[in-house]
C-alpha cells in the first residue's frame, strides 16, 4: 500500500518505457537508466507511448509492488518527453492518476510540529 505523506517522495521517468515490462525490468530502469535506488520507498510513475496507461513502482518494506492504469475515454496528462525524473507530490500524483491537470495541484509544504499543543 503507498502511505501518502509529507515524506513520500514521487518521481516520474518522463520517457516512455515498454509496458511489457513488469516489476523487476522496471526496478532495473531505475537503477540503470534513472541512476537511482528502488528499494527506498520512493515511487516511481512510468507512462506508456500511448498516454493512456501508468505503471507505478515503489518498494513497500517487504517487497516490490507494481501498479497498472488504464484510462478508458481519455489520455493521461503527461509533462514534455525529456531525459530523467520529475518530482511531484502525493496531491499531485493522485491528480496524474485520476486523469486531472496534476500541473495546477500547487505543492504545499507542511511543517511538522515539534511538540503537542
Same mark, same amino acid.
Not at 4 to 26: I, M, N, S, Y
Not at 91 to 105: K, R
Given at each position: 500500500?503507498? +502511505?501518502?505523506?509529507?515524506?513520500?517522495?514521487?518521481?516520474?521517468? +518522463?520517457?516512455?518505457?515498454?509496458?511489457?515490462?513488469?516489476?523487476?525490468?522496471?526496478?532495473?530502469?531505475?537503477?540503470?537508466?534513472?541512476?537511482?535506488?528502488?528499494?527506498?520507498? &520512493?515511487?516511481?510513475?512510468?507512462?506508456?507511448?500511448?498516454?493512456?496507461?501508468?505503471?507505478?513502482?515503489?518498494?513497500?518494506? +517487504?517487497?516490490?509492488?507494481?501498479? +497498472?492504469?488504464?484510462?478508458?475515454?481519455?489520455?493521461?496528462?503527461?509533462?514534455?518527453?525529456?531525459?530523467?525524473?520529475?518530482?511531484?507530490?502525493?496531491?499531485?500524483?493522485? &491528480?496524474?492518476?485520476?486523469?486531472?491537470?496534476?500541473?495546477?495541484?500547487?505543492?504545499?509544504?507542511?511543517?511538522?510540529?515539534?511538540?503537542?499543543?
Amino acid at each position: 500500500m503507498i +502511505t501518502a505523506g509529507a515524506e513520500l517522495q514521487v518521481l516520474v521517468a +518522463t520517457r516512455p518505457v515498454d509496458f511489457r515490462k513488469q516489476a523487476d525490468g522496471l526496478a532495473a530502469i531505475v537503477q540503470a537508466a534513472l541512476g537511482a535506488d528502488p528499494f527506498n520507498g &520512493a515511487v516511481y510513475v512510468f507512462r506508456s507511448k500511448r498516454m493512456d496507461r501508468v505503471k507505478l513502482l515503489w518498494w513497500d518494506g +517487504t517487497g516490490i509492488c507494481l501498479m +497498472t492504469k488504464r484510462l478508458e475515454d481519455s489520455q493521461f496528462r503527461w509533462p514534455p518527453i525529456e531525459d530523467g525524473m520529475l518530482k511531484l507530490s502525493a496531491v499531485q500524483l493522485a &491528480a496524474l492518476l485520476e486523469g486531472g491537470q496534476w500541473a495546477h495541484v500547487e505543492r504545499r509544504d507542511v511543517v511538522r510540529p515539534s511538540i503537542a499543543q
